[in-house]
T-cell receptor
Framework: DADVTQTPRNRITKTGKRIMLECSQT?????MYWYRQDPGLGLRLIYY???????NKGEISDGYSVSRQAQAKFSLSLESAIPNQTALYFC????????????????FGPGTRLTVL | AQSVTQLGSHVSVSEGALVLLRCNYS??????LFWYVQYPNQGLQLLLK????ATLVKGINGFEAEFKKSETSFHLTKPSAHMSDAAEYFC???????????WGLGTSLAVNP
């Protein structure tokens, strides 16, 4: 079974609709991230969370919101989708073991391809 | 502020040829450096990482990278390309407070028969 799962894997929606993308993990990691990937723009961080009560904006949070329902679940919402939010969305997790002096790698889900018409 | 530059958005090599993907970074603190690979229609997976210690780091699938502080580089190499290496490769560096990663824009590697 996959350690980081994302649902749905593909979604087509219309402008103005509310959309929720879900991420679940079984790795026991406390840190979770949402990215979007666009051709030629690499990965851009939308939001990140270090625990249920610690949620932070990334570089492109406008138009998005998140909810950390539990340590294992981190959802991304588009309250009113617009066409330029068409992208590939990735969730990632990371362990905090080792403290602030270390940095463990991030583990990625398979992605959600979102198309906003 | 930390930043990452990947030179060449597209690299094409012949099967069996050397693979060299370039990554330069800027960091105000000792960096942790990562290379990730993204195969078509998949998420990203870690190839290798440098934290401390030996500057030549070996990763999966025959890839390696060398941390050169004087050149602020962390180039990825593989002696002999295989068709299965065709993918998107991303270099990343930790942010100054180690709270997140700073990503390069990626290099798409094509391997020709």
């Amino acid at each position: 079974d996959a350690d980081v799962t994302q649902t749905p894997r593909n979604r087509i929606t219309k402008t103005g609709k509310r959309i929720m993308l879900e991420c679940s993990q079984t790795k026991g990691h406390d840190r979770m991230y949402w990215y979007r990937q666009d051709p030629g723009l690499g990965l851009r961080l939308i939001y990140y969370s270090f625990d249920v009560k610690d949620i932070n904006k990334g570089e492109i949070s406008d138009g998005y919101s998140v909810s950390r329902q539990a340590q294992a679940k981190f959802s991304l919402s588009l309250e009113s989708a617009i066409p330029n939010q068409t992208a590939l969305y990735f969730c990632a997790t990371r362990s905090n073991s080792g403290g602030v002096s270390s940095y463990n790698e991030q583990f990625f889900g398979p992605g959600t391809r979102l198309t906003v018409l | 502020a930390q930043s990452v530059t990947q030179l060449g958005s597209h690299v094409s090599v012949s099967e069996g040829a050397l693979v060299l993907l370039r990554c330069n970074y800027s960091s105000s603190v000792p960096p942790y450096l990562f290379w990730y690979v993204q195969y078509p229609n998949q998420g990203l997976q870690l190839l290798l990482k440098y934290t401390t210690g030996a500057t030549l780091v070996k990763g999966i699938n025959g890839f390696e990278a060398e941390f050169k502080k004087s050149e602020t580089s962390f180039h990825l190499t593989k002696p002999s390309a295989h068709m299965s290496d065709a993918a998107e490769y991303f270099c990343a560096v930790t942010g100054g407070n180690n709270r997140k990663l700073i990503w390069g824009l990626g290099t798409s590697l094509a391997v020709n028969p």
